[in-house]
């Protein structure tokens, strides 16, 4: 007999904001997040429940599988994507920023580096580094033996390892150096934000061909400082404010007065060894939608 409505929703709600945060870092949408969710509903309340021994597990490997095939059919729809690609920032709650692990993981900088995995790869590094998931439970979710999800897991943590931000940067020196691009926007001048960009910089914009951003990744100080210069005097009448964004420091900019106007521009940072090695700017209205409310993330159901 099938397990009642109500229990399978009860269990459902007890660990949807895991189920999405799985989701979320395995597509980097939130609104492809919120589609998963909802197909593993779908599939969810089909399940006799009484033959399920770990629900928890039952719901995450549901969740993985339907996240890895929409993976693979956003990979060919972002070979299309006007300009750059950027993850879908989200104004988290102050429990994700605590913990060290979850913010990493879901940061816009790790975001990208995961980007570099092909889908398979993404989803055995997520399911194995984040969630924790052992080998049997993660070769069940995306269909390969557990001897070679093990090699899947060694060849995304190397790739990966190599990519990630190097040295451990502070909470307080990100808000540092986010002051720092604050005050040039309220001033107009570069001079103190120079002294953070490294040799190497690197600025995204992503405006999805709905906003305007920069067409391609602009590389290197000079040529960054001089985009800058060229796109402050745009921002002088907007509205400047720090959040908390994929669990770290980020600014908020929108039209109108204090607190006022919606968002049209989130800026994150990648530092590396103190200084900017990464500057995002996510212009895309599409992406912009979910900054008015702030999305709960989980590691643990």
Same mark, same amino acid.
């Given at each position: 007999?099938?397990?009642?409505?109500?229990?399978?929703?009860?269990?459902?709600?007890?660990?949807?904001?895991?189920?999405?945060?799985?989701? $979320?870092?395995?597509?980097?949408?939130?609104?492809?997040?919120?589609?998963?969710?909802? /197909?593993?509903?779908?599939?969810?309340?089909k399940v006799d429940l009484d033959t399920v021994r770990d629900r928890r597990a039952y719901l995450v490997r549901i969740a993985a599988?339907?996240?890895?095939?929409?993976?693979?059919?956003?990979?060919?729809?972002? /070979?299309?994507?006007?300009?750059?690609?950027?993850?879908?920032?989200?104004?988290?709650?102050?429990?994700?920023?605590?913990?060290?692990?979850?913010?990493?993981?879901?940061?816009?900088?790790? @975001?990208?580096?995961?980007e570099t995995l092909v889908p398979i790869e993404r989803a055995v590094f997520v399911l194995r580094e984040v969630f924790d998931l052992? $080998?049997? *439970?993660?070769?069940?979710?995306?269909?390969?033996?557990?001897?070679?999800?093990?090699?899947? #897991?060694?060849?995304?943590?190397?790739?990966?390892a190599a990519r990630r931000p190097r040295g451990e940067v502070s909470t307080a020196r990100t808000r540092a150096v986010l002051a720092?691009?604050?005050?040039?926007?309220?001033?107009?001048?570069?001079?103190?934000?120079?002294?953070?960009?490294?040799?190497?910089?690197?600025?995204?914009?992503?405006?999805?061909?709905?906003?305007?951003?920069?067409?391609?990744?602009?590389?290197?100080?000079?040529?960054?400082?001089?985009?800058?210069?060229?796109?402050?005097?745009?921002? #002088?009448?907007?509205?400047?404010?720090?959040? /908390?964004?994929?669990?770290?420091?980020?600014? @908020?900019?929108?039209?109108?007065? *204090?607190?006022?106007?919606?968002?049209?521009?989130?800026? #994150?940072?990648?530092?590396?060894?103190?200084?900017?090695?990464?500057? $995002?700017?996510?212009?895309?209205?599409?992406?912009?939608?979910?900054?008015?409310?702030?999305?709960?993330?989980?590691?643990?159901?």
């Open positions: 007999m099938g397990a009642q409505p109500d229990d399978a929703t009860a269990t459902f709600v007890t660990h949807r904001n895991l189920l999405f945060t799985v989701a $979320y870092e395995l597509l980097g949408s939130a609104a492809d997040a919120e589609d998963v969710l909802q /197909e593993t509903w779908l599939r969810w309340v599988r339907q996240a890895l095939d929409r993976l693979r059919a956003l990979g060919r729809r972002r /070979e299309s994507y006007v300009g750059p690609w950027l993850p879908e920032p989200l104004l988290t709650t102050p429990d994700v920023a605590e913990d060290v692990e979850l913010a990493e993981s879901v940061s816009l900088a790790m @975001l990208l580096v995961l052992g $080998y049997d *439970e993660i070769a069940e979710a995306v269909g390969r033996t557990p001897a070679a999800v093990r090699q899947l #897991a060694y060849r995304a943590r190397s790739h990966v720092a691009f604050q005050r040039a926007v309220d001033t107009g001048d570069l001079r103190d934000l120079l002294d953070h960009l490294a040799p190497d910089v690197v600025f995204l914009g992503d405006g999805g061909g709905l906003a305007t951003a920069a067409a391609a990744p602009v590389v290197g100080a000079a040529a960054v400082a001089a985009l800058l210069a060229v796109a402050l005097p745009n921002l #002088a009448e907007r509205t400047v404010r720090a959040a /908390e964004v994929n669990g770290h420091p980020a600014l @908020l900019l929108s039209h109108g007065g *204090e607190g006022g106007g919606e968002v049209d521009t989130v800026l #994150a940072l990648r530092l590396d060894d103190g200084l900017i090695t990464g500057l $995002y700017s996510v212009r895309n209205p599409d992406k912009l939608s979910r900054l008015g409310r702030e999305t709960p993330l989980a590691r643990l159901g």
